[in-house]
């Protein structure tokens, strides 16, 4: 390759479960900056893509690269110390710390035992925190344990925990199954002003949300890439229509 | 209410609002080990206290690793039992000097191993000849075997109820171990007739109270340990890696290592405890290792609380005191009574005696419907007048 390197590069990926090729020779590059969708119907491996890049799962064939270091063998702590964050499909946060922890937690410092065990909180964790909780809404919900959060405010704190970590690939799996039309345009919001200056991997079913956001879509079917570009042109391509918007 | 009283309770409630909740129970917790017990209790009864306070040790390392961490160990009996041992191999040495047991075939070695024909001091016996040594051994040796069943598990993510399953097998194996090596170990009886810690007489009514001291001085020195740890990030990354394993994970720590650490703590406090429990009791034995007391020391910081530090004494106290009560009355019943005891914590006070909270039942509304309920029970014999506003009816 000439020039810089993709800041992620997936060549030749595949993995299979007890024979069933979940995802299957996927290639697909993201640039920084970029907000990019990937949709496909039920079980066409879009989440296990996600595993796959974050080490969830291990691959059996190909590769991934991410800064042009190749990570495909990299743990999942170190993948994302690496820079690659991710937010699962149901919120995942800790239910019994407050909201202002749960985003301490997610600071990028002292991760070790060791240093975890001599960290105390600092002004620099605090603005910062301060800083996240505003831009994800959620400013005056600091000190409220994050179970009492609606559903919306939970997803949206995972983002937030993901932001602080400002990692420079992000990877949300549907971030808004669950949220009400407000709070989605509001998370489309979101999404746009924290794809500055890094990469967003999207996975979403609903289609007016991944037309609001994503510059370039990825249409997979059957572990397979069915069809990649822009939303508008991705959309007329009849191999999508007959697999995936046409049903 | 008078001027005086007043000023006490607002004295009371300015300080109780500087001081945070957890300060005033630790102080209160110091105040009854420290002065009330010591005080009200006969030596027999408080060298009693001393033993039970040592299982405290265990019940806390419990809270740390499995109330904090969600890590639970069904073998902690293997830690509290290897530092006790490591004690005990020290003691006995002392207490097996070529003098006293001149009548051995084989003087000046431990009774139990001249009893089987041993001829020579077992290699892994020679160190603990070392008075420094033993007590290095008690802080490190349960730690590392922490270590090795850690890195062998959390790295594998072995977790949760297959990890509590092998704990107790290894449990289960120690204490096959040691009453099968009897030459070695002194077998199911243990290692006993321990007499001097370094010339000092353990026995004596002296240094049963010494020890009670050093015990409770421990205690409460772990306390603050623990507690300095889980007001770490560290601390609140293990409650976060209880709640959302993962999302631990994918936020860039190793879980592993956070897991190994809980369990390398709560193993290394749970010896100390062990080799408390040799000095106040003056041996150590296969059954303080295997799977009943493993068991009986999740139980203790079930009752106490599992997320409280201090609840884990408490829990200690209360079912020691319990085994004590009834397995002198009902020896058989008492396994079944625990039983049930933990079923009861679990099903009704998930949070045990921590959890219950003292402010509500004494809530002032509620004792003021308690009171009009009790005055409605009263015969009236007669309405009375209205008590003029400001003023407490007598």
Not at chain 1, 127 to 156: P, S, T
Not at chain 2, 250 to 255: A, K, R, S
Request: hydrophobic share 50%; proline share 4%; aromatic share 10%.
């Amino acid at each position: 390759m000439i020039g810089e390197p993709k800041l992620l590069a997936v060549e030749g990926l595949g993995v299979s479960f007890d024979g069933f090729k979940a995802v299957d020779d996927l290639t697909l590059y993201l640039d920084n900056g970029e907000i990019r969708a990937i949709i496909g119907p039920n079980g066409a491996g879009k989440t296990t893509l996600l595993d796959l890049i974050s080490g969830k799962t291990r691959s059996s064939e190909g590769r991934v690269l991410f800064k042009g270091e190749e990570i495909t063998a990299l743990k999942e702590h170190e993948i994302v110390q690496a820079g690659i964050g991710r937010k699962f499909q149901t919120p995942s946060v800790y239910e019994e710390l407050t909201v202002f922890e749960n985003l301490e937690m997610a600071f990028p410092s002292r991760r070790s035992w060791w240093g975890a065990l001599w960290s105390r909180r600092t002004k620099e964790v605090t603005e910062q925190v301060e800083q996240i909780a505003e831009l994800v809404y959620l400013r005056d919900r600091l000190n409220d344990r994050a179970e009492i959060l609606g559903h919306g405010q939970k997803q949206w704190l995972e983002i937030g925990m993901l932001l602080i970590q400002s990692p420079d690939l992000m990877m949300l799996d549907e971030p808004v199954a669950g949220m009400s039309v407000n709070e989605r345009q509001k998370t489309a919001e979101l999404l746009k002003q924290l794809a500055r200056g890094r990469a967003v991997l999207v996975v979403e079913h609903d289609m007016q949300f991944v037309e609001s956001i994503a510059d370039t879509v990825t249409v997979l079917h059957q572990g397979k890439l069915l069809a990649e570009g822009k939303m508008a042109n991705v959309k007329n391509d009849q191999k999508v229509i007959d697999v995936y918007l046409g049903h | 209410m008078t001027r005086a009283s007043k000023t006490i309770t607002g004295q009371l409630g300015a300080l109780r609002s500087k001081m945070p909740r957890e300060s005033w129970a630790f102080a209160l917790t110091a105040l009854l080990l420290l002065v009330v017990f010591p005080a009200t209790l006969s030596g027999f009864r408080l060298a009693m206290v001393a033993k039970y306070l040592t299982y405290a040790f265990p019940a806390m390392a419990l809270v740390v690793c499995w109330g904090k961490g969600g890590i639970l160990s069904l073998g902690q009996g293997v830690f509290f039992g290897l530092g006790g041992y490591c004690m005990a191999m020290f003691l006995k040495l002392e207490a097996s000097d070529p003098g006293s047991t001149s009548i051995q075939s084989t003087p000046g070695i431990p009774d139990f191993m001249d009893w089987n024909q041993l001829t020579e001091l077992p290699f892994f016996w020679v160190p603990f000849q070392s008075l420094w040594f033993s007590l290095l051994a008690v802080l490190v040796l349960p730690g590392l075997l922490a270590l090795g069943i850690g890195l062998a598990m959390f790295k594998r993510r072995v977790g949760g109820v297959y990890f509590a399953i092998i704990t107790q097998a290894i449990a289960s194996v120690l204490a096959i171990l040691i009453i099968g090596q009897q030459g070695y170990t002194g077998g199911v009886n243990g290692i006993t007739d321990l007499k001097t810690l370094a010339g000092w007489d353990i026995r004596s009514d002296s240094a049963k109270v010494a020890l009670y001291y050093v015990n409770v001085g421990l205690l409460l020195g772990v306390v603050l340990l623990s507690s300095w740890v889980l007001r770490s990030k560290l601390g609140r990354l293990l409650v976060a890696m209880r709640e959302k394993e993962e999302r631990v994970r994918f936020t860039g720590y190793d879980v592993a290592a956070l897991k190994i650490f809980a369990f390398v703590f709560a193993a290394t406090i749970s010896g100390i405890g062990g080799a408390m429990f040799t000095l106040v009791v003056g041996f150590m034995s296969p059954s303080f290792v295997g799977i009943v007391p493993s068991i009986e020391m999740v139980i203790a910081a079930a009752v106490g609380g599992r997320h409280s530090l201090l609840g884990a004494i408490y829990g200690s106290l209360l079912v020691n005191y319990g085994k004590t009560f009834f397995s002198e009355s009902f020896p058989e019943a008492w396994l079944f009574l625990l039983g049930g005891l933990f079923i009861l914590v679990v099903m009704a006070f998930p949070n045990g005696l921590a959890g219950l909270d003292l402010r509500r039942l004494l809530d002032s509304k509620r004792l003021a419907q308690l009171g009009a309920k009790l005055e409605a029970l009263r015969p009236k014999p007669a309405p009375t007048p209205a008590a003029p506003q400001g003023e407490v009816p007598r």
